[in-house]
């Protein structure tokens, strides 16, 4: 290679090098801090924030599809470990204690309005629970979990490690907020902050919610009783459209295929 094509080549290299170049990690958090939505604390829920696809409080519903999803009625989800995920951790027995339960925790302080049952097995299971060995992390601020939306397919609910770093009410207030995602719920800032994925609000919109962020992100009696009254005039059939958009219910993946 002669000197002329060889500084060519140097030069190309250098071009395609920098096309790809981040921004100063102080400029990256401030180039992209509304595209992730930040907790207080510099913590993030990635459910809502669709890099994939799909994804209420009151009570904001998902309805990217054209349709808002939620659960048929009286059905149950079946759950596992995924086994391989807690391989990496010395002491996967009190991993799977201590997530056991947060989960029963959260799952009961939702109460009577629960629309779904849940159940653990490792046969033939609707998701998965996936304990991440390494935090996740940005400029933003670090995941705590990620869950799924309804639907007939199977899924993964992630939890990462600086979920544990929380104080206990923290954590099973973390848990209350990935499942409702999974009962169906979006962000209580959807409808003005995640405009790329159609949304529906239903209920009263009041930012103290477990679907908020920060302070105002709690557990309330509001939260309940429109997620109750909600799926209730959906099984009974008085509810079939929320503000023009219809509504599809969805059975568990082991119902379809078990």
């Known amino acids: 290679m002669n000197k002329t094509k060889k500084n060519e080549t140097q030069e190309q290299n250098t071009e395609n090098s920098d096309l790809l170049a981040l921004l100063p990690e102080e400029q990256l958090a401030y180039a992209t801090e509304d595209q992730i939505h930040v907790l207080e604390k510099g913590i993030i829920c990635t459910t809502d924030y669709r890099a994939r696809k799909r994804s209420p409080f009151d009570i904001v519903l998902d309805a990217t599809d054209g349709f808002i999803p939620l659960w048929a ?14 391989s990496f951790f010395q002491q996967p027995e009190a991993v799977m204690s201590q997530v056991r339960s947060l989960l029963g925790e959260a799952i009961l302080a939702w109460g009577d309005a629960t629309p779904i049952r849940f159940t653990e097995t490792s046969d033939n299971s609707d998701f998965e629970i996936v304990v991440e060995r390494l935090p996740n992390c940005s400029p933003q601020g670090c995941t705590l979990a990620r869950a799924f939306f309804p639907d007939a397919g199977r899924h ?45 609000v239903f209920g009263k919109h009041n930012p103290f919610s477990i679907m908020n962020y920060g302070n105002n992100s709690e557990l309330t009696d509001d939260d309940r009783k429109d997620l109750k009254l909600l799926y209730e005039g959906v099984w009974s059939g008085q509810l079939r459209k929320i503000n023009g958009t219809p509504i ?11």
Do not use: C
């Not at 009625?73 to 807690?86: A, D, K, P, Q, V």
């Not at 992630?158 to 719920?185: C, N």
């Open 73 to 86: 009625e009286n059905l149950i989800l079946r759950w596992s470990f995924n086994t391989t995920s807690l």
């Open 156 to 200: 993964k609910l992630f939890i990462f490690p600086t979920m544990f770093e929380q104080s206990r009410k923290e954590q099973i207030d973390t848990m209350a907020h990935e499942i409702g995602h999974i009962f169906g719920l979006r962000h209580f800032f959807a409808p003005e902050h995640e405009t790329r994925w159609a949304s529906v």
């Open 248 to 258: 599809k219910l969805f059975r568990p993946y082991h119902y379809m295929f078990g």
